[in-house]
Structures are given as structure tokens and as C-alpha cells.
């Protein structure tokens, strides 16, 4: 794993734009099962919040097995991490994430009974980045591999594994 304070920078600043992550666990059945997750709060060390119900399937998924993988991409710019969720019951720091539109899954707003979060904490992940100069760069590498018959290498802005 490429461990530089340089790979974390970028790792975030690529989370940093997304506000929906597919989050990925293994179901009480066995079965993996992978659900679109509104991200609400990203932290400097990448741990993430996503807020939901109690009721839900996935509080009973992480309850059996608490390790899950979250995926983030779009046309140029993806992620990947591997860790850990827990259940937080956290009154004071729902009410401060709290957002109106989430009124729509939990009617009576931030005092709904069921309402609680995800803490997850990343013990590893990866990016691609193939965008802005990164892309520019990339593409540049791949023209150069193409014509030298060889493939393009990626650079730490571009693609990297990171221990979290």
C-alpha cells in the first residue's frame, strides 16, 4: 500500500465531490448487497456518516458483520474503501447533520425515534483519477505507451492504494 500524506490528500480531495456512495455489505442471508448511500459528513481522515433508519435491513447486516466496502465514481474519477460501520445513536450530532430533505424518509424530522447513523471508518482505499490535468497527463502517457507498444504508468495523482 502506498502510504504518503500526499495519496491520502488526493484520496479525499476525489471523495471530497461525490454525495452518494454505494455502500456494500454482506446481507443476514449471506448474500452481498450493495445500496446508493447519501454521504453526510466526510471527515479529514476519511471517515464517512450516512444517516438511515433503525429498522432498516442494514443496521441488522452491519450488526452480523460490520465490515463493508464503499464505492464512489463517476465518468472520470473513482474510489474504492474497505472498513468498518457501527450504529450511532447520536442525538446532538443528528440534529447537526440534519437535513430537511431527509424529511422525506423520516416524516416527524430530526426527533423521528428510528432515525440513527453509520460511522464508517476506512481502513484502506483506493482512487483513479482521470480527471482535469490528471486526465490530461493520462492520456498524454497513454498516446506514448500506444505508439511505443507499451502501457501507459499511472502516478501517485492518478491512480494509488492507501492505508488508512
Known amino acids: 500500500m502506498n502510504n504518503t500524506s500526499n495519496s491520502r490528500e488526493n484520496l479525499h480531495d476525489i471523495l471530497e465531490n461525490f454525495d452518494t456512495a454505494m455502500m456494500i455489505a454482506r446481507a443476514s442471508d449471506g448474500h452481498v448487497h450493495g445500496r446508493p448511500m447519501a454521504v453526510a459528513l466526510l471527515e479529514d481522515n476519511a471517515d464517512m456518516y450516512f444517516v438511515t433508519s433503525t429498522q432498516s435491513p442494514k443496521i441488522a447486516a452491519i450488526q452480523a458483520d460490520p465490515t463493508i466496502t464503499l464505492t464512489f465514481q463517476s465518468s472520470s ?8 460501520a457501527t450504529v450511532v445513536q447520536d442525538r446532538p450530532m443528528i440534529d447537526d447533520l440534519w437535513k430537511e430533505a431527509w424529511k422525506l424518509w423520516f416524516p416527524q424530522g430530526k426527533d423521528d ?3 440513527c447513523l453509520i460511522h464508517f471508518s476506512p481502513q484502506d482505499g483506493e482512487y483513479w483519477n482521470n480527471a482535469g490535468a490528471q486526465g490530461l497527463k493520462y492520456a498524454f502517457e497513454a498516446v506514448k505507451a500506444y505508439v511505443k507498444g507499451e502501457t501507459p504508468k499511472s502516478d501517485q495523482g492518478q491512480h494509488a492504494k492507501v492505508d488508512l
Open 77 to 84: 474519477q473513482f474510489a474504492t474503501l474497505s472498513g468498518r
Open 113 to 115: 425515534p428510528t432515525i
